[in-house]
T-cell receptor, first 112, second 115 residues
């Protein structure tokens, strides 16, 4: 079992839809959780960063962490064609001295 | 503030050659991490440098090496290139090592093709 599992998609939704992207993980020591967006031929861009469990909202984006289920989610409200990209989850342990572990990414297409 | 820059953006090399990739972090950032991204394996951690010292290393062979200079700029080197080394190599910078350093900011990457 890989440490971080993420459905690769592709996921295709109509403009204006609510998008739900998810990752599961196996290592209960993960404490820091991130979502990155990567456009084609670009580097990943940090979208959301959360520590431990709970929700965090930033504009149209909401990140949720459920440590009891080892499950994290990213919700995108009122999705736009410009949201079409690959979304990567990433996480790290509490020690502060460990590297990020990434999911393989979910490719999202928002159709106008 | 300028972002992370990587040079060159594209590179074509022949099997057996070596290659050096360069990364300039965001001004004020002192930690630099390198990742390899392939369609099959996704993003895999190579190594992290802070204060010119390697702090972490991923599970890659010794052909992959790196260094960091006193101005925080970093280079990675791959010797004896193999076809499987074809990938997007990404550099990420963060303010410090550990603690708040989880906010990593990526450069555009260097696309390496080995023929």
């Amino acid at each position: 079992q890989k440490e971080v599992e993420q459905d690769p998609g592709p996921l295709s939704v109509p403009e204006g839809a609510i998008v739900s992207l998810n990752c599961t993980y196996s290592n209960s020591a993960f404490q820091y959780f991130m979502w990155y967006r990567q456009y084609s031929r670009k580097g990943p861009e940090l979208l959301m960063y959360t520590y431990s469990s709970g929700n965090k909202e930033d504009g149209r984006f909401t990140a949720q962490v459920d440590k009891s289920s080892k499950y994290i989610s990213l919700f995108i409200r009122d999705s736009q064609p410009s949201d079409s990209a690959t979304y990567l989850c990433a996480m790290s342990m509490n020690s502060g001295n460990t590297p990020l572990v990434f999911g393989k990414g979910t490719r999202l297409s928002v159709i106008a | 503030k300028a972002g992370v820059t990587q040079t060159p953006r594209y590179l074509i090399k022949t099997r057996g050659q070596q290659v050096t990739l360069s990364c300039s972090p965001i001004s004020g950032h002192r930690s630099v991490s390198w990742y390899q991204q392939t369609p099959g394996q996704g993003l895999q951690f190579l190594f992290e440098y802070f204060s010119e010292t390697q702090r972490n290393k991923g599970n890659f062979p010794g052909r992959f090496s790196g260094r960091q200079f006193s101005n925080s700029r970093s280079e990675m080197n791959v010797s004896t290139l193999e076809l499987g080394d074809s990938a997007l190599y990404l550099c990420a910078s963060s303010l410090e090592y550990g603690g708040s350093s989880y906010e990593q900011y990526f450069g555009p990457g260097t696309r390496l093709t080995v023929t």
